[in-house]
């Protein structure tokens, strides 16, 4: 998917080509609807000025132009509403829906690195800001009323007199002059503004996401000693782009009033020695009396546009900024054969970080194959699991399943070959049935109920009050650690696929919760090849072959008797949790 443009015009370009037909007839019924508008107003004239004569025939001419208003006045009803109608119906309704699925879609396809880089919170908010566009363009749907109004009115108003039409026109054109130059300094507040709010706003939502670790801590009066300035920035920067409107709408207004009295002065002297009629005279009052403050209003929502478009800029930052990791043009689908996984001349370091995490590292595992990974922090561990499901691209090197390089497939394939049960398992505020069923497409609950038998969670979900149909609650906090981490072994023994990963399952569980763990484990890794981290390094004895990583390579290998009879790496970091009690190190 293409990054959004950086600027609104063409951003706003995208959905208008997408919905050019709609817009063209939105356009032609706003001028019919204007045009009619205006009628009427001639008309209401046209029947003043005949009623002043009061001889027979007038009156006669008179009722004509009354029917005429009438007929004009149920058209423009008619024309108003079919054209608001459609307006909502044809195209605000499907722009707001693309433009939800479309932003949301981009959202996703941004790489881990960037995701965990950002504030989820201001990502959210800046999308929101995004979907301003539909408000935005329903505003501008007005203000082309209200632009074709001004230019039918001076139509109209130079058939009466060239002067005076010519005269409001540039009337029109002097008072959007200062809007122009209020523009640069109010689209910067605007900007300003959005970019402080998303920040008060991702804040908030990280504030309220760690309440209760906040609330443990004791940390509620520093958490407002750093959400206060912010709070002070954006209070002080919504003042100044409140006084760049006032001051905007304040001139303009000043300017209309001036320019209206001498276009009326205007109008007068011209009746007063007889180049007008009193039908155009009345026809002056009231189109100048409607126009002139029709041009003020114009002036505002145009003003509240650019504020808009300051903000919906603002917020195309994270939808602009091309996706870190995509797939090639080229990519297929995996075709898994077994799960054979090889790390071939592996170089990679973080953005930032002074030393590579791999340099030339190589590593096989063989289809099937149970493989521990050992290691203290920061040798590597967590790393090789994100490039194997490339949340991050190495700097050189190739790594491929089945003898397929995951650079050629695609994503999607990639990360449905390979089932990850993290040390914290993620879990949904949705039934447990959908939690267990999360990635795998057309499951019914037999095959869920199956699954959760498997990992030894059925009996403690049947005791809960609506079975498999009880929330998980907010990030599962309704359930326990080890009852979490069986819905995940579920989750993963219903997709069923051939790679699997361990990321310290076992880590933070109680005694009596690891041995359901490990015993549902059994259950799932029979038939996969299987990548196996852990810091309990006692975890680690069914494995076909341990790594012991240091500083990005494998410093010792074998099975977990042969490392501990070697006395090396790997037996120090043992006796060491066997010191802690078994605890992580």
Not at 22 to 48: G, H, K, P, Y
């Amino acid at each position: 998917m293409q990054p959004f443009p950086k600027k609104f015009w063409p951003f706003c370009a995208i959905y208008a080509k997408l919905y050019k037909w709609q817009i063209c007839a939105v356009f032609l019924l706003s001028i019919t609807e204007v045009w009619l508008i205006n009628m009427n107003n001639r008309l209401f004239a046209d029947i003043t000025g005949a009623i002043k004569l009061g001889d027979a025939d007038s009156y006669r001419v008179a009722m004509r132009f009354v029917w005429l208003l009438a007929i004009c006045g149920i058209c423009s009803i008619i024309a108003s509403q079919i054209s608001r109608y459609y307006f909502n119906a044809k195209f605000l309704v499907a722009c707001r829906s693309r433009l939800e699925k479309d932003l949301f879609a981009y959202l996703l396809g941004h790489s881990y690195e960037y995701i965990t880089t950002k504030q989820s919170g201001m990502l959210i908010q800046q999308k929101e800001q995004v979907k301003k566009l539909p408000e935005l363009l329903e505003n501008a749907f007005g203000d082309l009323r209200m632009t074709l109004d001004i230019l039918i009115k001076a139509i109209m108003l130079m058939c009466v007199s060239p002067i005076i039409g010519g005269g409001y026109l540039l009337c029109a054109v002097l008072v959007m002059f200062p809007g122009r130059a209020f523009a640069k300094p109010l689209s910067r507040v605007s900007k300003a503004r959005s970019k402080m709010s998303a920040i008060v706003d991702g804040r908030m939502l990280d504030i309220v996401n760690n309440l209760p670790l906040i609330k443990q801590y004791d940390n509620i009066n520093d958490e407002k000693r750093h959400l206060h300035p912010l709070l002070k920035q954006e209070y002080i920067l919504r003042q100044k782009n409140m006084l760049v409107s006032w001051g905007q709408y304040n001139l303009i207004g000043v300017i209309t009033s001036l320019l209206s009295f001498i276009i009326l002065l205007l109008g007068v002297y011209y009746w007063s020695i007889g180049a007008i009629s009193t039908a155009d005279i009345v026809f002056i009052l009231i189109t100048l009396t409607l126009g002139l403050s029709g041009l003020s209003e114009l002036q505002y929502y145009l003003q509240q546009d650019r504020q808009a478009i300051a903000t919906i800029e603002q917020g195309l930052e994270p939808f602009a900024e091309p996706h870190g990791i995509v797939d090639a043009e080229s990519a297929q689908a995996l075709k898994p054969r077994g799960g054979k996984i090889e790390f071939r001349h592996i170089d990679f370091g973080y953005k930032g970080a002074r030393k590579p995490i791999f340099n030339d590292f190589n590593l096989v595992i063989k289809a099937g194959e149970k493989v521990g990974i050992a290691g203290a922090s920061g040798s590597g561990k967590s790393t090789l699991i994100n490039l194997l499901q490339r949340s991050y691209e190495p700097d050189s090197g190739a790594i491929l399943i089945d003898g397929q390089n995951i650079t050629a497939i695609t994503q999607e394939s990639l990360h449905r070959a390979v089932s990850l049960i993290p040390q914290d398992t993620v879990m949904f505020n949705r039934r447990i049935a959908d939690n267990i069923a999360f990635g795998t497409e057309n499951c019914n609950r037999r095959k869920i109920k199956k699954a959760a038998q498997k990992a030894y969670a059925d009996d403690f979900i049947c005791d809960k009050e609506g079975g498999y149909d009880a929330f998980a609650g907010d990030r599962g906090c309704l359930l326990s650690g080890g009852e979490r981490q069986r819905i995940a072994i579920a989750r993963a023994i219903l997709r069923n696929a051939p790679v699997l990963v361990l990321d310290e399952a076992t880590s933070a569980l109680d005694s009596e919760s690891e041995i359901l763990i490990q015993k549902a484990l059994e259950n799932l890794i029979k038939n996969q090849t299987v990548i196996a981290i852990a810091h309990r390094l006692s975890t680690l004895k069914n494995m076909d072959r341990i790594l012991v990583l240091d500083k990005g390579k494998i410093c010792e290998e074998g099975t977990f008797e042969e490392l501990l009879s070697k006395g090396g790496k790997f037996a120090k970091l043992y006796a060491a949790t066997q010191r802690k009690g078994g605890k992580n190190v």
